[in-house]
């Protein structure tokens, strides 16, 4: 009896959850026929004369279901400014009252605060809530209290490169990701290891190469902390913060790391390098790469290895030997990415007799449904209840497994590092040290501490107060 009645009870919630996902299904939203402005960017208006028949046939159904479903039209927007001055001119159609567009499939997150801190768009985290997805990737696009937009899938992130043949000639007991996965990679192994390099390697080869804003963006999350948090706290002469760089100084007076090259005018190339150097073969024995430069690595017949920055004090290790157990606080940064479904403020002046709360409910799943594939998202909504597991391990540009299995580790403890974003508004970093005419802005300040081995400590608490207060003169707090 007891089985008949836990069978009976089974049936029953499947069946109450069926009628829930069928409601679910089968809510929709009606624009009343009023017409959605849409800005897209690297995807084609099906409706163009200028678009091929391929994503003619591809686009336009989704389009037409989708206004349809919608029952709205749509209106295409074009930017009237270049790239530098698209978000000056969506904070004056905003101001206006009339919004430049609605929703767009492609969204920088370098934009991102500029656009937040001018009240330039809509918070969308309660239409989010209708959406079936894991929250990591509602939250992804957050800033202060809000959420602007949504990602469907985990951000790529960054890490350090080693030149495989070069370990091995070296003869290091371990490759730098053996050490990663022994769960030895904090800032005294990696100092340790890369002295022992640096001593076994063939006079003019570097252990190491590293733009320090590279280290800064990418060893601070992995050492708990940044220069600037996401809530636009400045936390540059902090502990922490202190603790990642005046590390990477230690590197560099140790003498395992590479100085940049000199370009025709003087300055530093710090870009150049390690297309220069490492991706040769030459000189250097591990820098930072992104994923879109593995290619050239690979073309020049690298055999190359992954591995992710060290960790400080601010981390630990839960478990010796399993770098799986480091603590929530290793994180790896990621600073631009494209998101969706964001949404202009004032949003609701172009939809008169539309609560807005619908309003913006109705313009997130719109574009949900245009630029999410049924296909993505019903694994989206499989993931949010998926048992943690086995999973297959995606490969994708990583010559050994390994590589792939720490990748994949770190890219789901991605976090967003504003320093990008910043560093591409006007002003925001501008500042000045007292006895070092080369520092004029955040990003030298760090390099130069480093390449006049100022100190380091007294660098950053001298320019924090003048970062502070730029961000408050741009009214961003």
Known sequence: MKKILALVLAFAMMATMMIAFGEAEAKTYDLQGMTVKVRLWDSPNPYSADTDQVNIDKWLPIYEAAKAKYNCEFEFYSPTVEYDEFTTEWLQSVASGSPAWHI???????????????NGLEDISKALETIEMPEVFKKTAAAGDGVYGFVTGYQGTE???YNRAMIEEAG????PTEMFMMGKWSYNDFYDYMVELQSKLPEGTYAFFIDPNYWSIFASTCNGTAHITNDLEVTMAGDAYIETMEFLQKLWNAGVCRMPNVTESGGYDNWGTPAATFDKGVEVAMTHRAGWQYGGMNNNGIDWGFVGYPWGSQVTLGVEGDYTTLSDNYRCAFYDYGMMGNVLAGVENDFPGIEKEYLLEALVN???DLWVSEERQAELAAMVNEEPGETAIDMGAYNTEEDAILYN?????????????LGNMEGIYACSYTGDDNITSFYSAIRYAIYDNLSMRSVLEAIAPQIEANLVAAGLK
């Not at 767009?104 to 001018?118: C, D, E, I, K, P």
């Not at 290091?172 to 490759?175: G, K, S």
């Open 104 to 118: 767009t499939n492609n969204f920088s997150a370098m934009w991102l605060l500029a656009m937040v801190g001018n």
């Open 159 to 161: 890490g350090l490169v």
């Open 172 to 175: 290091m007991e371990y490759t």
């Open 366 to 368: 719109l574009s949900y």
């Open 409 to 421: 580790f770190l890219k789901e403890r991605n976090i967003y590092n504003c320093s990008s974003t």
